[in-house]
């Protein structure tokens, strides 16, 4: 029996844990990355308990163990009062088998690019179209030649080209209302308190990593696509007057490493995570705010639940295979979603009244319920990934 083919679009972090799956559970994989190297997008990085459970089925996860700070969960006012201050590090392990950690998203990426020969990663191949086959195999067109697979992966993005070819009367996505800021800075002398800070509409994290240096991340609201000449400057007008660390962390922070982003999520669930032999996976399918640290979290699990499943299955198989893929993922990640968004509306309150009610409920739910928001994140961090298919299944 020929080997099954499986083409991933896109290596992010989602198509690399995609690439790497597959190829544990038997396929040939090629991974396309429109880009000439893997640098990746981004500063900073939490991975909750469910997220590192699919980063095990993949093989990476005590690899990143090794690198990460345990989160822990503090929340602040804009003037340093604490609102809500525990050891839920601890706790979350205790539940959970794992804290959430905190690491560098570059480290993730290599974690990840390390179980990816180089024969599987083919960089600066753009994917022009993709065919989506059926009973015959799937095509996909690229810059460096076309591609027959029994499978594709789409894990294009925010902005899927496949998405929309696949569901060309999905609205796609939209504007969040805010615009957020991500930026590694230091190294740091001393202990860096962790936390998030609220103030009206606007949010400051501080989360300090293994190496002494400091991952910040900040949102606001903004008309879409309000870029300012320095970011830097920005951050400082916004936040220089907050409460230490925030605004030493920011005087020995370099303009070339602030990145900005508008946030987007789906504007409505798709009916589908598939489409004859093609999948969608990560931003691609389920594009969410990134209040409750989920974005990657959600696509590693998509990575693991699809190499799962794709162990044993047979290339005449993979219909039944993705059926199973979006009744696995698509009711999950659409509760995810919501509850992200919920969790940005709150903090991006502006009105005073508003914003007093919410600093309340958190101070109180710290002071007299300080394991309530530990049993509100049951549902996304206790999930476990689907069992590996024993030798002779069929998935």
């Known amino acids: 029996m020929a080997q099954a083919r499986a083409v991933v679009i896109g290596a992010g972090i989602g198509g690399l844990a995609a690439a790497a799956g597959l190829r544990s559970a038997g396929w040939h994989v090629i991974a396309c990355e429109r880009a000439a190297s893997l640098e990746p997008v981004g500063a900073g990085l939490a991975l909750a308990p ?44 205790d539940k959970f088998g794992d804290p959430v950690i905190l690491l560098r998203r570059a480290a993730v990426v290599d974690a990840l690019a390390a179980l990816v020969p180089g024969a599987v990663l083919s960089l600066n191949t753009e994917v022009t179209s993709v065919d989506r086959g059926g009973k015959a195999p799937a095509r996909v067109l690229t810059s460096a030649g076309d591609l027959e697979a029994d499978l594709v992966v789409a894990a294009d993005g925010i902005g899927s080209a496949t998405r929309a070819a696949l569901f060309p009367g999905h609205p796609g996505v939209r504007y969040a209302g805010f615009t957020t800021w991500r930026l590694l800075t230091g190294p740091v002398t001393g202990p860096v308190p962790m936390a998030e800070s609220w103030g009206r509409g606007t949010v400051f994290g501080v989360m300090p990593l293994s190496d002494r240096h400091v991952y910040c991340y900040a949102a606001a609201p903004a008309k879409p696509g309000t870029r300012a000449g320095d970011e830097l400057a920005e951050l400082v007008r916004l936040f220089g007057t907050w409460h230490e660390p925030i605004p030493g962390l920011l005087a020995i922070s370099r303009p070339q490493d602030v990145l900005r982003h508008d946030v987007a999520e789906l504007a409505a669930p798709l009916p589908s995570f598939h489409r004859d032999r093609v999948a969608l996976l990560g931003d691609a399918a389920h594009p969410m705010t990134p209040n409750l640290g ?102």
């Open 294 to 395: 989920q974005g990657a979290c959600q696509a590693l699990e998509d990575a693991a639940v699809i190499s799962r499943l794709a162990a044993g299955t047979e290339p005449d198989a993979v219909a039944g295979l993705l059926a199973r893929y979006t009744a696995a993922r698509l009711r999950r990640t659409t509760d995810v979603v919501s509850w992200s968004r919920r969790a940005a509306t709150m903090t991006t309150w502006t009105s005073p009244p508003a914003v007093a009610f919410r600093d309340t409920v958190a101070w109180l739910t710290g002071k007299l319920a300080p394991g309530a928001a530990l049993r509100g994140l049951a549902p996304i961090y206790g999930w476990q990934p689907p069992a590996a298919a024993r030798s002779g299944d069929a998935a």
């Open 50 to 93: 469910n997220g590192l459970r699919a980063l095990d089925a993949i093989g990476a996860g005590d690899a990143l163990r090794s690198l990460a700070v345990p989160q822990e969960l503090g929340i602040r006012r804009s003037d340093g009062r604490w609102l809500m201050r525990s050891r839920t590090g601890r706790m979350v392990a």
